[in-house]
């Protein structure tokens, strides 16, 4: 694999993190079923598998089911394993006459109403422990920053190859989704971050654009936004360029952008929050005209997903604190003629201002 | 998009079928969550959708964000829009004094108990709709039926180019695996329906094995378990070949599995269950000796998830009906060793026998 020669994660120092929400809450075990979570605290990545986490770090379980036995054997060698294709099931009988904390918004309404009612005929009390694994997760530690900024330089090189060297003139967007991503993987990725947005044109000025057969044309606007991942953390990236010459409305907005980015870099800091560095970008555009056109929040968290904490939209009270990883990525979108988005992973470390783990020039590149 | 020239989705039509849930159940409104779902009945694909379907079609909505308003005019245009960042908001407002049916499986379990605070407030009643649309989804139309085929068609294409055209002798499994996916967007594919497993060795011993660094030697056991994603429908198809010569006890083992995917193969048909081809398959397994070594269930269904109904595990209870897609795949897992599974995706076809849509030679094939 590509990560033999990074920094081990110390699954076990996470752990014990995420234990003290047991003392916390008076509380004995903590189901964890988020598969993201999981592998945060474990390093386990099969499909199926739950963390049973007790007081007593001896009695850590992973409960998963044949078809990883062994995958879970090598990848946390340090856990105990129970193999049971009922998880909860499981989970109520090693941990009976127990006070069970469960991630509400990572079981379904079903799931937590059979839980709620098999934990009664056994006297287990059920309360849920909502985004625990979550805040701890929002800080990075060094293996996990390793991991993040080895994506981001596959997916910033990867970017600066596909704008130097190879001609996207008359190539479609879906020509050019497959050759970056293809690219990645040349480069040691484990995979793609998220389906690459290729969006020229008219497409630029949808936020989300799925690559069609359009070829691009002299006068488009071209966003792209994309990312590699590497270990499973994930790179953001975007860049929106030129194809030939721009109208001057076009270009202007452009810079509009630039600065809104700028703005909202600035502001980043240790004890800021998430609506503060929103609030910073957005008036830059909403000064220039075009508030009505950035349909979205300036950034969010980057990880182990591609959308997590902090939060980094209007009105977000998310705190930024050193270590977590964050995007700034203001847009404009004019419906019919193209939009321009241009977007950076950064890692908060204040004083300093925050660390660009992207860095690609951010003024107007014609091609 | 490589779909243009394929049957076109009768979203329509598959709303209309859901809509005979709310008689049934005497409700005014079922809210759809799983995206999976959302996509079968109205084509949209964004990362956030809702579909509210009504009584009356005229009333069905389409719940999003901004950031999918231009994606979801073009690809269900017949559908109006509510874009809201609250979905349960706007459902209990574009719903109210209804009795709701809700996806209880697909949503959160605190989502749940969020909607029915709500909408007390507000007069709605909530009830449990249930696998109603994984239960549409079980009989593939002509639409889905020619993007499984072609997902399917790729896939086995490609892996028969894999064994004859490139030279697998000490080549590590990731290259292998990365060789495969590259080569399935190539042939057309829109993704992979699942990361490939590509196991050697004593690694071909772990059903979901991870492709590693690993180099294939003679002597080895291949499994290769891969398939093509076309416009959201998966394929799923596994061979285990030889590199140079192979053993004794290998050799008869792979013979054991063929027959055994023979006999469930034989058993499927319109009437039947899916326990009962489980059965089929597995005794061939036992009555060679290998029972304790076949770890997972005989196959599933497959379509817009790479595992969905109809259950083929064992015991269950599921009837086969023609239209139904699925797996067939037994295997045997000797640790340290190795392992061999065969695999193919057949549709349902009765009374003739069910339709494979991957073909691939099932003899052992000695690299």
């Known amino acids: ?72 054997a090598s990848s946390c060698p340090d856990l105990e ?51 625990v694994v979550e ?12 991991r993040l900024a080895a994506a981001c330089r596959i997916t910033q090189e990867t970017l600066a190859w596909l704008f130097d060297d190879v001609v996207v003139h008359d190539r479609s967007e879906r020509e050019l989704a497959i050759t970056l991503e293809r690219a990645f993987i040349d480069a040691g990725a484990d995979g ?3 389906p690459s947005i290729v969006a020229s044109g008219p497409n630029a000025a949808i936020p989300h654009h799925e690559p069609t057969d359009r070829r691009l044309q002299p006068g488009d606007l071209l966003t792209i936004d994309c990312g590699a991942e590497v270990d499973g953390y994930h790179a953001d990236h975007t860049r929106t360029v030129a194809i030939g010459h ?10 509009v952008v630039r600065q809104a980015q700028a703005a909202g870099i600035a502001a980043v800091a240790d004890g800021v929050t998430g609506g503060q560095v929103d609030a ?35 009105g977000s009270a998310a705190t930024l604190r050193d270590g977590m990883a964050l995007t700034v990525e203001p ?17 908060v470390t204040s004083p300093a201002p925050p660390r660009a783990l992207t860095d690609t020039p951010r003024e107007l590149q014609v091609l």
Not at 64 to 72: F, G, K, M, S
Not at 135 to 146: F, N, P, Q, V, Y
Not at 246 to 255: F, G, K, R, W
Request: net charge negative; with cysteine.
């Open 1 to 72: 694999m590509t990560t033999q020669h990074r920094a081990p994660h110390d699954h076990a120092a996470r752990r014990d993190r995420a234990r003290a929400v047991l003392a916390d809450r008076a509380a004995t075990h903590l189901l964890v079923t988020d598969p993201v979570n999981v592998r945060y605290l474990t390093g386990f990545t099969g499909s199926n598998g739950q963390l049973l986490l007790a007081a007593d770090a001896a009695d850590d379980r992973l409960i998963t089911d044949h078809r990883y036995d062994e995958r879970a």
């Open 81 to 131: 394993r129970i193999l049971d294709r009922d998880p909860l099931g499981a989970t109520l009988s090693a941990a009976p006459s127990a006070s069970l904390l469960v991630e509400a918004e990572h079981l379904s309404w079903q799931q937590g109403r059979d839980l709620t009612a098999r934990a009664e005929d056994v006297g287990v009390r059920v309360g849920d422990a909502k985004g």
């Open 135 to 146: 805040a701890l997760r929002l800080c990075k530690d060094d293996a996990e920053l390793a």
């Open 192 to 194: 793609v971050a998220f």
């Open 246 to 255: 721009l109208d001057d409305e076009l270009t202007a907005v452009h810079e």
């Open 280 to 314: 910073a970008a957005r008036q830059v555009i909403t000064d220039a005209g075009y508030g009505a056109a950035f349909l979205h929040g300036t950034g969010h968290g980057v990880g182990l997903r591609i959308h997590e904490g902090p939060s980094v939209g209007r």
């Open 331 to 347: 847009g404009i979108y004019l419906p019919g003629r193209g939009g321009v988005r241009i977007e950076d992973t950064f890692v």
